[in-house]
């Protein structure tokens, strides 16, 4: 499968690019593309849709790992507009899926996480209301409309804190996020997100939280598992097993 991959060069892209490389054709994008990369790639400004239909030219799927989150604008245009702008041109090219990634409080803002356990990626939307959560809420809103106008499907995995597999001296006593994984198991799930066969999933617009096992409770990753087969390697035991 050929691959477009918009912000390939940010923190998650080149986790993404070692879970793909070997068994995928690659183009990676960004606004600084990564240099030296073996891998065929450009410099893309996402809030410009003819950009990002000259990228994907020629692809099959389209994995948006584009993030911006602290000024207004420009995160409303790299989050929002961006995010319509990438699945527009997969749905103009044919695409049958499309990949989007954001946090967690894009689904469950603090009126969820503050207070209850067991979150799981059904509850009703309810994001944040700071800047990165509402701008990258508009872009997953966005995806679903698409979904449901298009015969595309769109496979949204949410993260957090992303967690080295063993903690550097000092830093096992540190509080661990309850949305916690390691980059390696996060570019493994987008991995499933590419490649589950969507004919299984119940709708063709899916959430999955995407979170190591951790003994909190307070959100699941059983969805990830069971529709995608995702199982993370790495359960970050070192942070709080003493």
């Known amino acids: 499968m050929k691959v477009l991959l918009l912000g390939g060069n940010g923190m998650l892209g080149p986790s993404v690019i070692d879970a793909l490389e070997g068994d995928h054709e690659l183009v990676i994008t960004d606004l600084n593309p990564p240099e030296n990369s073996p891998h065929e790639t450009m410099s893309v400004d996402i809030a410009d849709y003819d950009q990002v239909r000259r990228a994907a030219e020629g692809t099959d799927a ?25 699945i527009r041109a997969a ?5 049958k899926r499309f990949v989007n990634t954001g946090p967690h409080f894009t689904v469950a803002g603090s009126l969820y ?28 809103e966005i995806c679903r ?57 119940p709708s063709r617009n899916e959430v999955f939280f995407i979170l190591t096992d951790l003994p909190h409770g307070k959100f699941a990753n059983a969805k990830a598992k069971q529709l995608l087969g995702w199982e993370p390697e790495d359960k970050l035991e070192g942070y709080w097993r003493r």
Do not use: M, W
């Open 91 to 95: 749905v103009d090219l044919g695409h």
């Open 145 to 201: 409309i698409f979904s449901e106008h298009y015969p595309i499907h769109v496979l949204c995995a949410l993260f957090l804190n992303f967690r080295d597999p063993e903690p550097a001296p000092g830093d096992e006593v540190r509080r661990l996020n309850p949305f916690s994984v390691t980059f390696r198991d996060a570019g493994r799930a987008l991995r499933r997100c590419l490649e589950v066969d969507t004919a299984t999933l």
């Open 62 to 86: 389209i994995i948006n790992c584009s993030v911006l989150r602290h000024d207004r604008k420009i995160a409303f245009d790299v989050n929002a507009l961006g995010t319509y702008n990438s």
């Open 113 to 140: 996480y503050e207070y209850d356990f067991g979150l799981k990626e059904e509850v009703p939307a309810h994001s944040d209301t700071n800047l990165y959560a509402l701008s990258k809420a508009c872009g997953q």
